[in-house]
């Protein structure tokens, strides 16, 4: 009756469109904790691997927070805490310093990833298991928000599942504890249940897809041990960049001098996605400048100076 009616006063239905929950540039990898893997040593080996980049490793309690970020900064790492115990002053130090990219890890609570718009992330890690299963699809979507691949990383283990039941018992009302147990209950079966974990995350959310094929660990047959080995000088000859790398971080290095002096984020000159981009075409003049996807009128003639100064050196 309804499109008899839109029909006979000649208006247009509007058009539905319904979003996936499939992030297809996640790569999702999930471990069992207990084998003696995914100790800290383990994490600082991947965060070394990924130097210069910006990533978010997310444990469950205050104390564990602290812990590994001590860890890592005086393993050399540019790592800041973030939890609802630090005094605010502190935390906005420390989100601003992550969102200019002076810090390259957060080791947080889930206190940490509301109020961030920071595009780059390249790695989002639970050291423990999230409490539920939309706990974690949230906070696994701060990465890769350029579009760029990312790694999110799980680890878990049935002794996460009784953490959060300790925490848990401070609920009064009986029903909500009852459901905030079950949700935990089912973000352990999710990271045990084999297959592909993208489609199976989204089935979650009553949507259904084909194995994605690429973009988790038991499509590609690779593992977590894999990510946290040290890179090996004479593999990694192989493997051809598709930019440009020693030029793709001066553009960085710039970005972040222009995003210092105007007193924003750097994501806000030019996403990774863009310098990247940037980085493969070398364009030399605005016309190439403009060309690249990312750049518009507004940000050539912001930025484009100082960029094509920079392109021309090479």
Known sequence: MAGDIIRQLGMVKPDGFKGSFFRSNLVLTAHKKGDGRGSRKDLLTYVRRRAGESGIIYALTRK???????????????AVPYHAGLEDAV???????????????????????????????????????PRSIEGYYQEIGRAGRDGLESDCMLLYSWADVLGHRRLQEGIEDLELRREAQRKSVAMYELAEAPGCRQQRLVAHFDETIPACGAVCDFCRGTSFTDLVQPVQPASAAHVAPTHDGELFQRLRVLRRALADAEGVPAYIVFSDAVLARMAAACPTDEAGLLAVPGVGPAKLARYGEAFLRALRLG
């Open 64 to 78: 564990n927070v602290e812990s590994l970020a001590e860890f890592l900064r005086g393993a050399g790492v540019r």
């Open 91 to 129: 935390r906005a130090r420390h989100q601003d310093a992550f969102a200019r990219d002076e810090a390259d890890v957060v080791v947080a609570t889930i206190a940490f990833g509301m109020g961030i718009d920071k595009s780059n992330v390249r790695y989002v890690i639970h050291r423990e298991m």
